[in-house]
């Protein structure tokens, strides 16, 4: 089985800055493409951001874009997203998510697409 646990959420003001932090553990040679979701209250859950499995190639969501960024650290079964330029309107609950890995790893958008998925974090952004 594969757990994934994200950390680094909390209060931060517009403008600044945090990172989340999300650690895989259990069977983590069998993760492939892993993914960043937000869900604000009453909102559905929405893509932020994937990597590759190699962290060669990642995909950010236009709403972030230039704001945020992802990165992975195989070898400590880690990826990492940071939040910069923090606007109110990002304030909600991050997930880490996690695809099986596959020959075709698409980056895909789509929450349905990954396997795993974290407990959550919260983000509040104060104006």
């Known amino acids: 089985q594969v757990q994934l646990v994200e950390s680094g959420g909390g209060l931060a003001q517009a403008g600044g800055s945090l990172s989340l932090s999300c650690v895989v553990s259990?069977?983590?040679?069998?993760?492939?493409?892993m993914g960043w979701f937000r869900q604000a209250p009453g909102k559905e859950r929405a893509f932020v951001a994937a990597?590759?499995?190699?962290?060669?190639?990642?995909h950010v969501a236009d709403a972030v874009k230039g704001r945020f960024t992802i990165s992975r650290d195989n070898a400590k079964n880690t990826v990492t997203l940071h939040l910069n330029s923090l606007k109110p309107e990002d304030a909600a609950v991050y997930y880490c998510?996690?695809?099986?890995?596959?020959?075709?790893?698409?980056?895909?958008?789509?929450?349905?697409?990954?396997?795993?998925w974290g407990q959550g974090t919260q983000v509040t952004v104060s104006s």
């Open positions: 998510a996690a695809q099986k890995l596959s020959i075709s790893s698409p980056l895909s958008t789509r929450a349905g697409a990954y396997d795993y």
């Open positions: 990597i590759s499995t190699s962290g060669i190639s990642t």
């Open positions: 259990g069977r983590t040679f069998s993760i492939g493409v």
